[in-house]
């Protein structure tokens, strides 16, 4: 059995929460602190991709990932009775031919068997969508009820009075013993996603804010039983109610929504359907990213009981399931972390 230890986490986003339930799993001692302001959910359609498209890729490191992640949402959304993890068919609408040929080059090979459906002639002649160039369907995708998750988890969290609803005093930390506000943690972990450009030990990591938008629209004639993809996901929501989105807006912090963000969101539906379509809702948010695309996990260089797991960006929901397990065996077992992942890539120089 693992020593028992007292973690404070700062932020609870999908990464904190990640991080805190299996921590509490391990039983270990758990304290997150959050002001409710996080900025991502908002915009968070929680889609689970197993392909990227453009040349019809699989998602980096998606045969661990997803597995992980359906059985973590799963089982988490049933300790408080939320249905949090949602299988949906994507149907990408092929935008050019070279797209349809590389799916139709990829369609055959084993690792792609769990993924691609084999096109048939109803694919391409597919004509609930604007169709120029057949369509494919994925399979094994899915998306996460984002607000309902972050809500049902942290009610979660505080009735095992494991929750504090305030921010996070950085002047109350000492770095040196780990000490919050009088209390001796072992490990104080910054989940902050953009607000980490506010912390005095992690300021400096390359988290870059990428604002984005997305709408919520009422309109008829679209299916209801699966996601449409090109230019925009559409993401059935019931009643003939759809998200859509979404925006990228790179070194902002700004979370307004603009009528530009719905004119381009609304332009890219149009490469889908001519359907006349009512907005009730828009929504804007920001994503912690990182340029290389990967996650930054780790230690402080000086202060070893200070650890960051940020920058899980657009795919945040299927990585930080997996990835927050991999960063538990490191903060219990002292397992390395990935060095495509760690922290040093930032503050040391490479070897």
């Given at each position: 059995?693992?020593?028992?230890?007292?973690?404070?986490?700062?932020?609870?986003?999908?990464?904190?929460?990640?991080?805190?339930?299996?921590?509490?799993?391990?039983?270990?001692?758990?304290?997150?602190?959050?002001?409710?302001?996080?900025?991502?959910?908002?915009?968070?359609?929680?889609?689970?991709?197993?392909?990227?498209?453009?040349?019809?890729?699989?998602?980096?490191?998606?045969?661990?990932?997803?597995?992980?992640?359906?059985?973590?949402?799963?089982?988490?959304?049933?300790?408080?009775?939320?249905?949090?993890?949602?299988?949906?068919?994507?149907?990408?609408?092929?935008?050019?031919?070279?797209?349809?040929?590389?799916?139709?080059?990829?369609?055959?090979?084993?690792?792609?068997?769990?993924?691609?459906?084999?096109?048939?002639?109803?694919?391409?002649?597919?004509?609930?969508?604007?169709?120029?160039?057949?369509?494919?369907?994925?399979?094994?995708?899915?998306?996460?009820?984002?607000?309902?998750?972050?809500?049902?988890?942290?009610?979660?969290?505080?009735?095992?009075?494991?929750?504090?609803?305030?921010?996070?005093?950085?002047?109350?930390?000492?770095?040196?013993?780990?000490?919050?506000?009088?209390?001796?943690?072992?490990?104080?972990?910054?989940?902050?996603?953009?607000?980490?450009?506010?912390?005095?030990?992690?300021?400096?990591?390359?988290?870059?804010?990428?604002?984005?938008?997305?709408?919520?629209?009422?309109?008829?004639?679209?299916?209801?039983?699966?996601?449409?993809?090109?230019?925009?996901?559409?993401?059935?929501?019931g009643e003939s109610s759809?998200?859509?989105?979404?925006?990228?807006?790179?070194?902002?912090y700004n979370t307004v929504p603009t009528k530009e963000?719905?004119?381009?969101?609304?332009?890219?539906?149009?490469?889908?359907?001519?359907?006349?379509?009512?907005?009730?809702?828009?929504?804007?948010?920001?994503?912690?990213?990182?340029?290389?695309?990967?996650?930054?996990?780790?230690?402080?260089?000086?202060?070893?009981?200070?650890?960051?797991?940020?920058?899980?960006?657009?795919?945040?929901?299927?990585?930080?399931?997996?990835?927050?397990?991999?960063?538990?065996?490191?903060?219990?077992?002292?397992?390395?972390?990935?060095?495509?992942?760690?922290?040093?890539?930032?503050?040391?120089?490479?070897?």
């Amino acid at each position: 059995m693992e020593k028992q230890q007292h973690f404070l986490i700062v932020g609870a986003g999908v990464a904190g929460l990640c991080i805190g339930k299996q921590l509490l799993d391990l039983n270990q001692r758990v304290t997150i602190i959050d002001n409710d302001q996080n900025v991502s959910t908002n915009i968070a359609a929680g889609m689970i991709n197993p392909i990227v498209f453009r040349r019809m890729t699989k998602s980096w490191r998606v045969d661990e990932f997803l597995p992980f992640a359906k059985n973590f949402y799963s089982n988490f959304g049933a300790e408080w009775g939320g249905k949090i993890f949602h299988e949906i068919t994507i149907r990408r609408m092929f935008s050019s031919q070279q797209e349809a040929d590389f799916w139709l080059e990829k369609q055959s090979k084993p690792e792609f068997s769990a993924y691609l459906t084999p096109l048939s002639e109803e694919d391409l002649n597919f004509d609930k969508a604007i169709n120029d160039f057949g369509s494919g369907r994925v399979k094994n995708s899915a998306y996460i009820a984002a607000i309902p998750f972050v809500e049902g988890a942290k009610n979660w969290f505080e009735t095992r009075n494991s929750l504090i609803k305030e921010s996070f005093d950085y002047s109350a930390l000492n770095p040196s013993t780990g000490e919050y506000n009088n209390i001796r943690y072992d490990g104080i972990i910054f989940c902050e996603g953009v607000a980490i450009q506010n912390n005095p030990w992690f300021s400096s990591l390359p988290i870059n804010p990428t604002k984005g938008e997305i709408l919520t629209i009422k309109a008829s004639g679209i299916p209801e039983n699966e996601s449409l993809n090109r230019k925009c996901f559409v993401l059935p929501m019931g009643e003939s109610s759809f998200r859509i989105g979404s925006t990228y807006q790179w070194n902002t912090y700004n979370t307004v929504p603009t009528k530009e963000g719905a004119d381009e969101i609304t332009a890219n539906f149009r490469f889908l359907s001519k359907e006349p379509i009512a907005i009730i809702d828009h929504h804007a948010g920001i994503r912690p990213t990182i340029l290389d695309r990967r996650p930054v996990m780790g230690a402080h260089e000086k202060y070893s009981n200070l650890f960051v797991f940020n920058g899980l960006g657009a795919k945040g929901y299927l990585l930080a399931p997996f990835l927050a397990g991999e960063f538990v065996a490191h903060l219990l077992n002292g397992v390395p972390i990935d060095k495509e992942m760690s922290v040093q890539r930032f503050t040391k120089p490479n070897a």
